[in-house]
């Protein structure tokens, strides 16, 4: 059964930093693309950050890039999303999302979330 | 960046109605549109890839179609659990990208 565990997410100051981790079971990182999707309070789904099949160049989302980086862990099969420079409007529940086999972005199953607020 | 339309935001519904949502994209995406459910608190869940290919475990009143830039999702004969908020998706190119959502009440 494919499980998807997301931790680390905190309150933070902005411009303060955090991990964020999301611990895979039932499939292995090496072989599936995954992806973080943050959702503000109130807002709709918006995609962050991923990793590709091929484990290549990362991808990012303009509003996180250069001061986000995803990451994957594979010997322990857990993806990784470092937070950096953080913003107010980063505030948001962090998914992890693993797509289906064959596809970048086929969100197939979803982690139950971890929360990050940034405030002062 | 390709943009995704969802339309309406919400609509009111009551059981055993037949709903749609249409989505549309900026660019044309071939049919690497998917759909997600999602309630409150919850975690998004995966209703359709592929355009129109449901998920494993989802009901056959769901349905999807479309190609290119126009898609709809479909319930046909809405049941007290489909009540919550759906947003296509499109997986053709990065950055991936969401619709804003629309609300069945």
């Known amino acids: 059964e494919v499980q998807l565990l997301e931790s680390g997410g905190d309150f933070v100051q902005p411009g303060g930093s955090l991990r964020l981790s999301c611990e895979a079971s039932g499939f292995s990182l090496n072989t599936y693309a995954v992806s973080w999707v943050r959702q503000a309070p109130g807002q709709g789904l918006e995609w962050v950050a991923g990793i590709s099949i091929n484990g290549g160049a990362p991808h990012y989302a303009d509003s996180v890039r250069g001061r986000f980086i995803v990451s994957r862990d594979t010997s322990r099969n857990i993806l990784l999303l470092q937070l950096n420079s953080l913003r107010v409007e980063d505030t948001a529940i962090y998914f992890c999302?693993?797509?289906?086999?064959?596809?970048?972005?086929?969100?197939?199953?979803w982690g139950q979330g971890t929360p990050v607020t940034v405030s002062s | 960046d390709i943009q995704m339309t969802q339309s309406p935001p919400s609509l009111s519904a009551s059981v055993g109605d037949r709903v749609t949502i249409t989505c549309r994209a900026s660019q044309a995406v071939i049919n690497h549109l998917a759909w997600f459910q999602q309630k409150p608190g919850e975690a998004p869940r995966s209703l359709i890839f592929g355009a129109s290919n449901l998920q494993s475990g989802v009901p056959s009143r769901f349905s999807g179609s479309g190609s290119g830039t126009y898609f709809s999702l479909t319930i046909s004969g809405l049941q007290p659990e489909d009540f919550a908020t759906y947003y296509c998706q499109q997986y053709k190119f990065f950055p991936l990208t969401f619709g804003g959502g629309t609300k069945v009440e």
């Open positions: 999302a693993k797509a289906q086999l064959g596809f970048n972005g086929c969100f197939q199953s």
